[in-house]
């Protein structure tokens, strides 16, 4: 499969604990977007890298969330200290090269805070 | 700034119907605008964009939309509907030019019935 790949499809964990997501983008693409959708809304920016470089931040990513991409392919999303309010799907978007193409999205991750 | 108003969140149809899935944007620059289709616990699949070539534009499974202009609107149309259209479209908005930051709208949950 040649599509963005997002690992773990599905997470439950209790408040407070700490979860770490994956998204690998399409091997040729250096751009790559994290996105939150919470229940009955559309997908909402978080944060985008272009190759290693975050570029751009929302006010939505708090400061107990955290993304990388260490060497410009796969990224994760780091969420310290979860509360209910980060309860959502989270995915993942990569765009290659050329600026106007589409983006291209992994399946998600469906965060679930008990 | 940028925005996508989605009108109607519940959208039903019966099979064989005309699909019509509205759309209203509001952008300070010429917009480039997609739709997207999200089935339940997925990512989201692109069916169409309007990178400002063709008005009309022609998406995969029978989908079409028109960028106008005078209206700020993008709405997603579909001569019959099929069981399978069944799912959750979303309306979105980026700025030509720059990095591919999406703004989605609220989302309009399609339901087909026999």
């Known amino acids: 499969d040649t599509g963005v790949s997002q690992d773990p499809r599905h997470k439950i964990t209790k408040r407070g604990q700490n979860v770490t997501f994956r998204c690998d983008p399409i091997s040729e693409h250096n751009r790559l977007y994290w996105y939150r959708q919470t229940l009955g809304q559309g997908p909402e920016f978080l944060t985008y890298f272009q190759n290693e470089a975050q570029l751009e931040k929302s006010r939505l990513l708090s400061d107990r969330f955290s993304a990388e991409r260490p060497k410009g392919s796969f990224s994760t999303l780091e969420i310290q200290r979860t509360e209910q309010g980060d309860s959502a799907m989270y995915l993942c978007?990569?765009?290659?090269?050329?600026?106007?193409?589409?983006?291209?999205f992994g399946q998600g991750t469906r965060l679930t805070v008990v | 700034a940028q925005s996508v108003t989605q009108l109607g969140s519940h959208v039903s149809v019966s099979e064989g119907a005309l699909v019509l899935l509205r759309c209203n944007y509001s952008s300070s620059v010429p917009p480039y605008l997609f739709w997207y289709v999200q089935y339940p616990n997925q990512g989201l699949q692109l069916l169409l964009k309007?990178?400002?070539?063709?008005?009309l534009v022609k998406g995969i499974n029978g989908f079409e939309a028109e960028f106008k202009k005078s209206e700020t609107s993008f709405h997603l149309t579909k001569p019959s509907a099929h069981m399978s259209d069944a799912a959750e479209y979303f309306c979105?908005?980026?700025?030509?030019?720059?990095?591919?930051?999406?703004?989605f709208g609220a989302g309009t949950r399609l339901a087909v019935h026999p």
């Open positions: 979105a908005v980026k700025r030509p030019g720059g990095y591919n930051k999406l703004i």
């Open positions: 978007a990569s765009v290659p090269t050329q600026m106007d193409t589409e983006a291209f």
């Open positions: 309007y990178t400002s070539a063709a008005t």
